[in-house]
Every structure is written in structure tokens, then in C-alpha cells.
């Protein structure tokens, strides 16, 4: 077997009479050499894929330079734009007397970040990069413009659908680009890549939001990424419109996959392509289970409201539905949880250790902490902001450490448990540490654990699990774990608002002094009335029944969050001990890093290499 078997080759091999309408053109011809497995999945690979390997074999130094640069432009802008727009939200839903719903403006940015990601991925298979990439720029602005506009909560909210579609699907299809152009060695570096804007973007965001609050309103806030975004977004379109066109020239160019199909032909080949009733599915599930659990404290009957109930039934019926649907080759030929994927332990482990980490995540530092610093500690704003972000910085860095250590060690294993232990330590000293007369380096210390923990354990098992996949399944592998990553976050953004919504009316009611109980209501719907320490003055019975009522739901938070994180250690042994270096780099045409091991170690280390 030769040391490339399994690639798409340039050269004519000859034809060997299947019928596969890709033989029209010789240049993509399976290669003789392949086993009858790698053969098989050559015939499997969906165009996008086909694709996307022909234009890897059409790009120059200069254009993929191009694409990363611009790919680092447009992170700079959604980096700076999360930083922005996170300090906003508990404003925007303030201006509608709703601020006990982040929790469900969160819910549904988690519940879309979920089920957008697999689409997303099965578009860039079945159509293209290009077209993929046009259609999440499309999403994002809309998102923006509608929050922008929005006056009520619940427009508010709906917008989110299509924020989080293109937020969602601008990272997954950066993460298949990387995919696509490096190797196994050097994807972990260039995938971080994409995080490192967050090192200064944690400090310039606060500055930006408290500006504009101060300076227009929330509104402009969201309304100037409509026309930021889609402006950076120009170079890496032509880019990769070039090089189709190149590819194309070159002979490589992968015909349609509807050519010469009717409407109907087309509508039943997306339909089992993209898994369109799997998706709806997992969708309708996640949805309907999730949203009651920040709803019916609110809701009129609580619990015992028909709405509430109806939606658990309905959402417990599908996700019971949705494994069987997947698993059917007749139903779901083209599924999106591939069944052979979850056959591999590494798959397996990756994704339970992706669920733990958000929803611990989201159940410390988000969706509240950063009220609970304004409203408890007292802290601006800009402090608050700061505080929160810290996380976020800590993270950035440890997971460039870790990704510059796993290009020069070829493991990952290691790290992965190290992080898994550094990030439980993290949200224990969180709990410890939330007393109302917690020092602002302590909160940071705790900030600062959990950020390194955190990029300790991100990039290393996602690399893992792409490992763990072949090219065809790259895509999919990708998909599912950052899937249950972001069903992790809804799952925690939903038991937060639960617990928030739940015991925090209370608790004003039951400390608050009785001339001021009729006041609990406008102090729980609005940070800009909690927080206000000119109302509540420090050591007034006012502020202390506040701050306590807030301080101790806190601690009901961190303590699901400290169970949350307590899986993730075990599950870091479940991961295999890939050797990076020694595997199948599963990618084609011109990538970053070395192409053969085997040669790398007679010729030294080469940057640019051909598959």
C-alpha cells in the first residue's frame, strides 16, 4: 500500500468501469492503489467535500494567506462584537422589564447554536465552503439588524434564531476550513487562531459597551455589526470564488450534485443529504424540553400550566424518536450522528467531556455572574465586564500554550486531563470565594483558573475527535462535538434560569423589610434597579436583603456547576493516546504542516506541503 493510499490524486489512473459520475472527470478518479474501504468512502464523500479537495489542490500560498487573514479579520470583529453585545443584553432586556430572562435569551442562542451546526456542516458538504460561508453572513446580519430593532423581549428573543444561525455557523465552517488546509500537527495552533482577538477584545469590549450605553444607546450597540461584518467578509469570498474558478481551469472542478435532476429529485436528495427531519428532530426536542425550565416559574400556574406540560411531552417524545431515526439507513441514509462514529470511544468521551464543560460553564460564569458582581459586589460595569472576561483571556492563552505543546509533542492525551482537573479546582474555588466581601483579585484568581482549565481542555479534544474521523466524517465528527457543546450550554443556561427565577423572587420577598416587599418585582425584572446602590444604599436593610437573596442563589448555581465539571476528569481517561505525527493527516491538496511523517523525518520540518 503506498504512503498517500486513500488520496484524491492529480494524475489520469485510468478508468476501472464503475459508474460513478465523477469518472467524467479523470483528474478525480479513485486512485488504484486504494484499499476496497478508502475506495468505498471515496464514493461516499459528498460533493462539498469533493469539492473542497479539488479547490485544495488549486490554492497558491498567497490566496490560502489571504483566507487565513481574512478568517482572522472577521474573528477580530465577532470577538469584539460578543464582548460588546454581552455587557448589553442584561440592558436590552431591562429596557422591556425582563432582565430574569437572559437565562432564555441565552436558551435559545443555545438551543440554535446546536441544531445550526449540523446544517451548517451538511451544507458545506453537500454544496460548498463558498456557499456556506455566504449563508452565515446572510444569518448574522439579519440577527443584528433585528435586535437592533426589536421593542419587546419576545422579537428580542426571536432574533437570537438567527444571530446564533450565523454566529454558530461562521464557527463551525471556520473549524472546517482548518480541517480542510493543515495537518493533524498544526491544526490545533491554526484552529486557536481564531481565539486569539480575544486578547485584547476582553479589554476593549467593556470599554466599547460602557461607551456606547453611555454615549447612544444599546441599540447602535448591535446595529453597527450589520454593516462591519459583511464589508470584512469580501476578501475571503473572492478568495474562495477564485479558486473554484482555478480548480475549475485546472480541470478539478466537481459538477453538481443536482445536475440534470428534477425539482423533486432535488428536494428528496436534500432531504436525505441533510438530514432535514433528524435536524427538526433534535431541533423540536432540545427546544421544547428546555425553554419550560426558564418559563413556568413565570408562567401563570407555574408547573401545572397545560403549555408547560405539552411541551415536556412533546420534547421527551422526539428525543426518544431521534436515536431511532439516525439509526435507520432507510430513514436517515445520510445521518448526521453517523452510528459508527459513536462506536469509537474517543468520539464518545469527546462529546460527554464537551457537554460537562458548557453546561458547568453556563451555570457559573454565565448567563449571571456578571449581574451578580454589579448587583452583590457592587462593581461597575467596566469592572464587572472585566471580571467576567477574564475567562475568557485566561483561556485564549492557555490554549495557545497547549496547542504550540501538542505541535512539538504530537500528544494530546495529557493535557486534556490536566485541564479537566485545573477547571474542577477552578469552579471550587468559585464557590468558596462567593461571599459578599470576596476581594476583586480573588474573584480574578477564580476567573483565571477556570480560563486555564478551560483552554486546556477545549482545543486538545476537539483535535481528538477530528483524529478520530475521516475526511467524509470530518465535518460530522466537528459538528456533533461542538453540538453537544452548545446543547451543554442550553442545558445550563436553562437550569440557571430555572434556579435564578425560582429563588430569587423569593428570597426578596422573605428578607426584604416590609415596607419595601411590594417592591420585589421592579428590583427582579430590572438590573438597573438592583444594582442601584443610590437607591439601595450599602448597609440599608434594602441592600442587604438584596444582596443576600442574590448571594445565596449564586451558590445554588456554583454548586450544580461543581457537580457538572466533576464527570469531565474520568471521562479524559476514556480518550485513546493518539500519536498526531504517526496518523493518516486525512486532508488533500495543499495544506499547512508535513504531508508524510516519514519524509518530514529525512527532510526536516516543511510549512507548505501537497497531499
Known amino acids: 500500500m503506498r504512503p498517500d493510499d486513500g488520496v484524491v490524486h492529480d494524475g489520469r489512473n485510468g478508468h476501472n468501469g464503475t459508474t460513478d459520475p465523477y469518472h467524467k472527470n479523470p483528474t478525480l478518479e479513485r486512485d488504484p492503489y486504494m484499499s476496497e474501504d478508502t475506495a468505498s468512502e471515496f464514493s461516499e464523500k459528498q460533493a462539498g467535500v469533493k469539492r473542497i479537495e479539488a479547490v485544495s489542490k488549486a490554492w497558491t500560498k498567497t490566496s490560502l494567506i489571504i483566507a487565513y487573514v481574512t478568517l482572522l479579520l472577521i474573528a477580530n470583529v465577532t470577538s469584539l462584537e460578543i464582548q460588546v453585545t454581552g455587557l448589553l443584553t442584561p440592558y436590552a432586556t431591562s429596557a422591556f422589564q425582563t432582565h430574569s430572562l437572559i437565562s432564555t435569551i441565552y436558551v435559545v442562542q443555545g438551543v440554535v447554536s446546536a441544531v445550526i451546526k449540523p446544517p451548517m456542516g451538511k451544507i458545506a458538504d453537500v454544496f460548498g465552503r463558498l456557499e456556506s460561508f455566504c449563508i452565515t453572513i446572510f444569518f448574522y446580519t439579519i440577527g443584528y439588524i433585528q435586535q437592533a430593532a426589536s421593542h419587546n423581549v419576545q422579537t428580542f428573543a426571536s432574533a437570537q ?29 491554526f484552529s486557536t487562531l481564531f481565539d486569539v482577538p480575544f486578547l485584547w477584545t476582553t479589554w476593549a469590549g467593556p470599554e466599547v459597551g460602557s461607551a456606547i450605553l453611555s ?147 453556563y451555570m457559573s460564569v454565565f448567563p449571571y455572574f456578571f449581574s451578580y458582581l454589579q448587583i452583590v459586589q457592587g462593581q461597575s460595569v467596566v469592572t464587572a465586564g472585566y471580571i467576567t472576561r477574564v475567562f475568557t483571556f485566561s483561556s ?74 475521516s475526511h467524509q466524517q470530518v465535518a460530522a465528527a466537528t459538528t456533533v462535538w461542538l453540538t453537544l457543546l452548545e446543547v451543554g450550554g ?67 448555581l456554583l454548586i450544580g456547576a461543581l457537580c457538572c465539571a466533576t464527570p469531565i476528569v474520568p471521562l479524559t481517561f476514556c480518550l485513546k493516546n493518539y500519536k498526531l505525527d504517526e496518523m493518516d493527516q486525512k486532508v488533500t491538496g495543499r495544506v499547512i504542516g508535513n504531508a508524510d511523517n516519514r519524509e518530514t523525518k529525512k527532510r526536516g520540518w516543511r510549512f507548505w506541503s501537497r497531499r
Open 396 to 469: 485564549t492563552v492557555a490554549s495557545i500554550v497547549v496547542s504550540l505543546i501538542i505541535k512539538y509533542t504530537a500528544h494530546y492525551k495529557y493535557y486534556v486531563t490536566f485541564g479537566a482537573v485545573i477547571y474542577l479546582t477552578g469552579m471550587g474555588l468559585m464557590l468558596a470565594y462567593r461571599t459578599e466581601n470576596a476581594s476583586t483579585g480573588t474573584l480574578v484568581g477564580t476567573q483565571i483558573a477556570i480560563g486555564i482549565g478551560g483552554g486546556f481542555l477545549n482545543v486538545p479534544v476537539q483535535l481528538g475527535v477530528q483524529a478520530s474521523a
Open 490 to 556: 442550553a442545558v445550563g443556561s436553562a437550569i440557571s434560569g430555572a434556579i435564578w427565577s425560582t429563588y430569587i423572587p423569593s428570597k426578596l420577598q422573605q428578607y426584604l423589610p416590609p415596607d419595601q416587599v411590594a417592591d420585589y418585582a421592579s428590583i427582579y425584572g430590572s438590573i438597573l434597579v438592583s444594582a442601584d446602590y443610590t437607591l439601595y444604599p450599602p448597609g440599608s436593610p434594602g441592600r442587604s436583603a438584596i444582596n443576600r437573596a442574590y448571594q445565596e442563589t449564586m451558590r445554588y
Open 161 to 189: 434564531i438567527f444571530w446564533a444561525a450565523g454566529f454558530n455557523g461562521l464557527q463551525i465552517l471556520q473549524q472546517i476550513f482548518v480541517a480542510d488546509t493543515t495537518d493533524l500537527l498544526n491544526r490545533a495552533l
Open 215 to 361: 454615549g447612544t444607546s444599546w441599540r447602535w450597540g448591535y446595529a453597527i455589526w450589520a454593516i462591519i461584518l459583511p464589508v470584512c467578509f469580501i476578501p475571503l469570498a473572492v478568495s474562495l470564488y477564485m479558486n473554484q474558478r482555478r480548480a475549475k481551469k485546472m480541470g478539478l472542478d466537481v459538477p453538481s450534485p443536482f445536475r440534470g435532476h428534477t425539482a423533486v429529485q432535488v428536494v428528496k436528495n436534500l432531504w436525505f443529504d441533510m438530514d432535514v427531519f433528524g435536524l427538526l428532530l433534535l431541533a423540536t426536542a432540545i427546544s421544547l424540553i428546555l425553554l419550560p425550565l426558564t418559563l413556568a416559574p413565570g408562567a401563570s400556574g407555574g408547573w401545572k400550566n397545560p403549555s408547560m406540560i405539552a411541551m415536556l411531552v412533546i420534547g421527551a417524545v422526539c428525543l426518544l424518536v431521534f436515536p431511532g431515526w439516525e439509526m435507520s439507513k432507510k430513514l436517515a441514509p445520510k445521518a448526521f450522528f453517523p452510528p459508527n462514529l459513536f462506536k469509537n470511544r474517543t468520539v464518545v468521551a469527546g462529546t460527554l467531556i464537551a457537554f460537562f464543560y458548557f453546561m458547568a460553564f
